[in-house]
């Protein structure tokens, strides 16, 4: 593991051991993006997957925030896609779709065409940019890392690309349980080494994105996410047990207690989820785990709000999410 300076605010990762702390830690899911001047003009010469795949480039964006505002943690730049990629499918980001597989898997069988990737060889590009922005950092705040949970990696490879029913992905787990069960415990394993390397390359917080956990019924979600989520968190808890770990499971307002049974620190709440209706589900679970902070996303529709409201609104909403829970 590289040497890295000492760390100066610290406070998100007090936050996230469950530490009493004067304020609300403050960062931005997708901090870096189109919203900056600075990144658009990056973006002007260089496209999405080659800022992603060039350390250097990625360094920079994931800075441009932290050097703007103050935010107490900088996310990397990077995309969940990088791991089906490793994987040996092919995606490409397309303009006004997003990420799109040229060949999606249609069935099992295809399932042939997935690789056992070398995680440093397929990822090296990924911990270097870490690494690189570690440093950069020189100390001034965390550095997030992240990747996309199986069942929405999944949900992908399957589709082709984005949807709002993923009825091709869905149809998987009715007509191949087994085949998707398999699909998805290969995605874990390459899941897990990935995060592993991410802490060793200089990431001190990471979090695992189940964008489409939502679609399931309670029954499919723990059938088809709540294992392989759970197995993350253990397995990466194992090797690297002072890393806090967060879960966003988008969508999935039944499963917070079952959430909360699991090894991660934290659980991330979508904006139609309040805090408050969280906290007491949450709470009944607690001697199993030793923190819960439940951080909430708030959508501001700038357009059309002026700074005054923005600023009660952002008030009101960390007012509304301060909740903290201890064990016992």
Not at 86 to 113: H, I, N, W, Y
Not at 308 to 319: A, D, G, M
Request: some cysteine; aromatic content about 10%.
């Amino acid at each position: 593991m590289a040497s890295f300076p000492p760390l100066r605010n610290d406070l998100i990762l007090r936050t996230a051991r469950g530490e009493t702390t004067d304020r609300t830690p403050v960062w931005m899911m997708r901090q870096a993006g189109r919203y900056l001047p600075e990144y658009r003009e990056i973006r002007e010469e260089h496209d999405f997957f080659e800022v992603v795949e060039t350390p250097e480039l990625a360094a920079e964006v994931t800075i441009q925030p932290v050097e703007r505002f103050p935010l107490d943690a900088a996310i990397l730049f990077c995309d969940i896609m990088v791991v089906p990629e490793a994987m040996g499918l092919t995606v490409k980001m397309v303009s006004g779709q997003g990420p799109t597989f040229p060949r999606p898997l249609t069935t099992p069988d295809e399932m042939e065409r997935l690789v056992e990737p070398d995680i440093d060889a397929a990822l090296g590009h990924v911990f270097e940019a870490l690494t690189t922005t570690r440093k950069q950092l020189n100390g001034r705040v965390p550095l997030i890392g992240f990747a996309g949970a199986p069942w929405t990696l999944m949900a992908y490879m399957v589709e082709g690309s984005g949807s709002k029913s993923y009825r091709a992905a869905r149809r998987w787990l009715y007509r191949y349980p087994e085949a998707s069960k398999a699909l998805l415990q290969r995605t874990t394993d390459v899941i897990v080494d990935y995060l592993i390397g991410q802490v060793e390359a200089g990431a001190q917080m990471l979090q695992v994105f189940d964008s489409w956990a939502g679609l399931h019924s309670p029954e499919r979600f723990r059938t088809f996410c709540l294992p392989y989520l759970g197995e993350i968190a253990a397995r990466v808890k194992d090797v690297h047990p002072e890393v806090p770990l967060v879960v966003f499971a988008k969508g999935a307002y039944h499963a917070v207690d079952a959430l909360a049974d699991t090894d991660y620190d934290v659980l991330s709440l979508d904006r139609k989820m309040a805090p408050s209706a969280a906290q007491g589900v949450a709470a009944i679970r607690m001697a199993a785990m030793p923190t819960v902070i439940m951080l909430f996303k708030m959508r501001l529709r700038t357009g059309f709000m002026t700074p005054e409201i923005i600023f009660l609104v952002s008030e009101l909403t960390l007012r509304n999410s301060s909740a903290v829970f201890r064990p016992r």
